[in-house]
Nanobody
């Protein structure tokens, strides 16, 4: 199993940037897939960006070119660098780790973008 802890959320103005962190309790190489999801009030939880153990990445169309997912293997941490934020990015951001076809979720971190 794996525990995931997100951090880095907060309040930012439109056009600002934030970097979210997802710290894993084991080597991220051992985790098949790590994704950042977000959920706004009254909406479903959607994939924002993901990275596989092999390093392949994918992004939702709405964040392409603005968000970047990366990892630091020495810290067992995956990052989500978010730039050019707008109010539509306001949500709770969750980290998911998929290991042996089982999904593990973090507790989430709130991102609020003011207009």
């Amino acid at each position: 199993q794996v525990q995931l802890v997100e951090s880095g959320g907060g309040l930012v103005q439109t056009g600002g940037s934030l970097r979210l962190s997802c710290a894993a309790s084991r080597s991220i190489f051992s985790i098949d897939f790590i994704g950042w999801y977000r959920q706004a009030p009254g909406k479903q939880r959607d994939l924002v960006a993901a990275i596989t153990s092999g390093g392949s990445t994918n992004y939702a169309d709405s964040v392409m070119g603005r968000f970047t997912i990366s990892r630091d293997n020495t810290k067992n941490t995956v990052y989500l660098q978010m730039t050019s934020l707008n109010p539509e990015d306001t949500a709770v951001y969750y980290c998911l780790g998929r290991l042996n076809n089982y999904n593990y979720w973090g507790q989430g971190t709130q991102v609020t973008v003011s207009s």
